[in-house]
């Protein structure tokens, strides 16, 4: 990538662990402001956003960070309701001295976000929303069910692993596969095994519904960009509208693309993240 962004490694204290406290593993790529903070999906990792950046191009300064139970981030045994990921999302601002920011979620990263900007307004100046809502597509929900839980554990040889994700996700670019083999795995006596918890994401599947995150959209108040993959099986185009409805100051892109919309158009969707972030300037 044409990008390289800078890593930290923060941690947030816990009541329950007030010495340890959680290692929050954060990416940053340099750039003008304002900060964007971009949440990924389950089972992802924070250079997900690698393409996303590298088509940015420094037109926005950008911190990605590796979920909790994913990346190299803290794999707590308990601790995945969705008001953890957003105090980590909040702890890694304070971190960085940024009192505001745009927040980008993708997926699960997504309702994080409208949970995050509908909480606490104060620190949300915009906020962007790729392909996530209240209501997601039995299709895409039966799918990451099935890749969270039902994955293979361990594979002998990197090539299996790479044959595992040309499988279960065809179509990507080699340089999609190379950066998903660099970062959704790691080196384990020898094996190659996954860097996301398999009981996080248990435990993250086994939460509870989003039907509050319609009461969490109408209670924000900043613009929003909802964006959605016109072959999204996860936010179908109903809900979507739904969306633009219930919140003020909204506007609807769609792209020629799956769910993971940054995957397959990270130019377009940088293009558009970076016009509607302009137009507060």
């Avoid at 979920?67 to 990921?85: C, I, L, N, T, V």
Wanted: proline residues 4%; hydrophobic residues 40%.
């Amino acid at each position: 990538m044409a990008t390289n962004p800078t890593g930290h490694t923060l941690r947030r204290a816990l009541e329950s662990q007030p010495r340890e406290g959680i290692r929050l593993q954060v990416w940053e790529w340099r750039g003008e402001p304002p900060a964007c903070l971009c949440l990924h999906g389950i089972g992802n990792y924070g250079r997900y956003w690698d393409f996303f950046a590298d088509a940015v191009a420094g037109r926005l300064r950008l911190i990605a960070t590796d979920a909790r139970g994913h990346g190299e981030s803290g794999k707590p045994a308990d601790g995945y309701a969705s008001q953890e990921f957003v105090a980590d999302a909040l702890a890694v601002l304070d971190a960085l001295a940024i009192e505001r920011a745009v927040i980008v979620g993708h997926s699960m990263g997504g309702t994080h976000a409208i949970r995050l900007a509908a909480a606490y307004p104060d620190r949300v100046e915009r906020l962007v929303v790729v392909d996530a809502g209240p209501e997601p597509m039995r299709e895409g929900s039966e799918r990451a069910r099935r890749l969270s839980l039902e994955r293979p554990e361990r594979f002998e040889y990197a090539d299996e692993a790479l044959a595992y994700l040309r499988r279960t996700s065809p179509g990507y670019s080699e340089e999609v596969y190379a950066n998903r083999m660099r970062w959704l795995f790691r080196e384990d006596a020898g094996d190659v095994i996954w860097r996301s918890s398999h009981d996080a994401l248990a435990s993250i599947m086994s939460g509870g519904s989003r039907g509050d995150l319609w009461e969490a959209l109408r209670a924000i108040t900043c613009p929003m960009l909802l964006v959605r993959g016109t072959r999204s099986n996860v936010l179908s185009a109903d809900v979507a509208q739904r969306m633009v409805e219930t919140v003020a100051n909204t506007r609807l892109i769609e792209l020629e693309a799956g769910h993971n919309v940054a995957l397959d158009r990270p130019k377009e969707l940088a293009d558009a993240v970076v016009a509607f972030v302009r137009e507060g300037s």
